[in-house]
C-alpha cells in the first residue's frame, strides 16, 4: 500500500521560511517523479514544483520560482519543499504527489498517489 506522508506545514509571518516533507512508502521512490501541489480556499488545485525520480531535473510554477527549492533523498524515500520569502498568497493546503515515470507532469490528474495534506498559512 502506497502512502505518502506530509509534514512541516505551519503558521508563519510574510517573508519567512517553511520546509515541508513528504516520506513515502510502499513504492519504488527513485522511479517516481514527484511533486507539490496547492489549493488555496476557493480556488483549484495548483502545480508548486516537481521532481524526476533521479532528483537531476525539476519544474517550477513561475510564481515560486526563485524562492522555493524541491529536492529528494531516495535512500531515505522522502522528498522536501524548502519555501523561503513567503507571502501571503502562498496559504493553501499542500500535497505531495507521485506518479510512477520519470517525467514531471503539471496536471494533477497524471499522478497516482497523493498525501492527506499540510496547512501552509502566511500571515501579513
Known amino acids: 500500500q502506497v502512502q505518502l506522508d506530509e509534514s512541516g506545514g505551519g503558521l508563519v509571518q510574510a517573508g519567512g521560511s517553511l520546509r515541508l516533507s513528504c516520506a513515502a512508502s510502499?513504492?519504488?521512490?527513485?522511479?517516481?517523479?514527484m511533486a507539490w501541489f496547492r489549493q488555496a480556499p476557493g480556488k483549484e488545485r495548483e502545480f508548486v514544483v516537481g521532481?524526476?525520480?533521479?532528483?537531476?531535473?525539476?519544474y517550477y510554477a513561475d510564481s515560486v520560482k526563485g524562492r522555493f527549492t524541491i529536492s529528494r533523498d531516495n535512500a531515505k524515500n522522502t522528498v522536501y519543499l524548502q519555501m523561503n520569502s513567503l507571502k501571503p498568497e502562498d496559504t493553501a493546503v499542500y500535497y505531495c504527489?507521485?506518479?510512477?515515470?520519470?517525467?514531471?507532469?503539471?496536471?494533477?490528474?497524471?499522478?497516482?498517489?497523493w498525501g492527506q495534506g499540510t496547512q501552509v498559512t502566511v500571515s501579513s
Open positions: 504527489a507521485a506518479r510512477r515515470g520519470v517525467v514531471v507532469r503539471t496536471l494533477d490528474r497524471e499522478y497516482e498517489y
Open positions: 510502499g513504492l519504488t521512490f527513485s522511479t517516481y517523479a
Open positions: 521532481i524526476s525520480g533521479n532528483g537531476l531535473r525539476t
